[in-house]
């Protein structure tokens, strides 16, 4: 891949680490990464001894229809930085995990310690919802219930392009979904219309709430959507669409 190639003009002696969002960049508008990517990336970290730190704050837990975004290419980070479905979104909680070898590196006595800590570190209440959500994933067999949805969000993802010319793309990585919206001539809206508002507003009056990055609609449905939900909030999309 071409920006790995790039990456080995600078001296990788001086790169402690890489992070990257795995499989799908959600700030870039959603935008998913080639496929294969990030096995080749841990490769090239491995080969130059980079650690490889992977924010799955979006994509872990389910998001991307594996517990993981890195499951999916069979990579194991180094870091990997957990938080929004670590609690089902319900209370704030985050975690960064790391390899054995890391947690060694820093343990003992006091010179070695990692000395780093949030006031809120362990915050008990915010545990209990932790440990509720992963019982959740557990007695509703949460992933597996997962690619039924992901192949019925894809079907009405591509009806609502077939549907509406303003939709220009439409970017799925499992339950993750952007919908680029360009005028009919496939050109950018002008920045200051804020055409993703507009729509993402207009939706609201049909029961949809969510938000746009630029002119890309974002939808991360709730895990426990059910099919008629799906339908329910792509509709409203539809309907804003058309108005
Ligand atoms: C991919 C990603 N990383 C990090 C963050 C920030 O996470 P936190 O608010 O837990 O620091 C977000 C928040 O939206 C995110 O989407």
């Known amino acids: 891949m071409n920006a790995l190639d790039d990456l080995e003009l600078l001296e990788s002696n001086k790169i402690a680490g890489v992070v990257i969002e795995p499989l799908i960049q959600g700030v870039n508008e959603m935008r998913p990464w080639p496929a294969g990517m990030l096995a080749?990336?841990?490769?090239?970290?491995?080969?130059?001894?980079?650690?490889?730190?992977?924010?799955?704050?979006?994509?872990?837990?389910?998001?991307?229809?594996?517990?993981?975004?890195?499951?999916?290419?069979?990579?194991?980070?180094?870091?990997?930085?957990?938080?929004?479905?670590?609690?089902?979104?319900?209370?704030?909680?985050?975690?960064?995990?790391?390899?054995?070898?890391?947690?060694?590196?820093?343990?003992?006595?006091?010179?070695?310690a990692f000395y780093y800590g949030h006031s809120y570190t362990a915050n008990p209440l915010g545990c209990a919802a932790a440990l509720a959500s992963l019982d959740i994933f557990e007695r509703e067999n949460t992933l597996a219930n997962l690619?039924?949805?992901?192949?019925?969000?894809?079907?009405?993802?591509?009806?609502?392009?077939?549907?509406?010319?303003?939709?220009?793309?439409?970017?799925?990585?499992?339950?993750?979904?952007?919908?680029?919206?360009?005028r009919s001539d496939g050109e950018k809206f002008p920045a200051h219309e804020r055409f993703g508002e507009t729509i993402c507003h207009a939706a609201r009056q049909h029961g949809l709430l969510t938000r746009p990055i630029l002119d890309t609609v974002v939808l991360m449905l709730p895990l426990s959507v059910s099919l008629n939900e799906i339908d329910h909030a792509m509709n409203s999309l539809s309907l804003a669409l058309s108005e």
Not at 149 to 166: N, T
Request: net charge negative; with cysteine.
């Open 40 to 112: 080749e990336l841990r490769t090239w970290c491995d080969e130059n001894g980079v650690h490889l730190i992977l924010d799955e704050v979006m994509t872990g837990f389910g998001r991307t229809g594996t517990m993981f975004a890195c499951q999916q290419e069979n990579v194991i980070p180094d870091f990997l930085c957990l938080a929004k479905g670590l609690t089902g979104g319900y209370l704030p909680l985050a975690a960064t995990m790391t390899t054995g070898k890391i947690y060694d590196a820093f343990l003992g006595s006091a010179d070695r």
């Open 147 to 182: 690619p039924e949805k992901i192949s019925h969000l894809a079907e009405k993802l591509a009806e609502l392009r077939s549907e509406h010319s303003v939709v220009y793309e439409t970017r799925q990585c499992g339950f993750i979904a952007g919908i680029e919206l360009r």
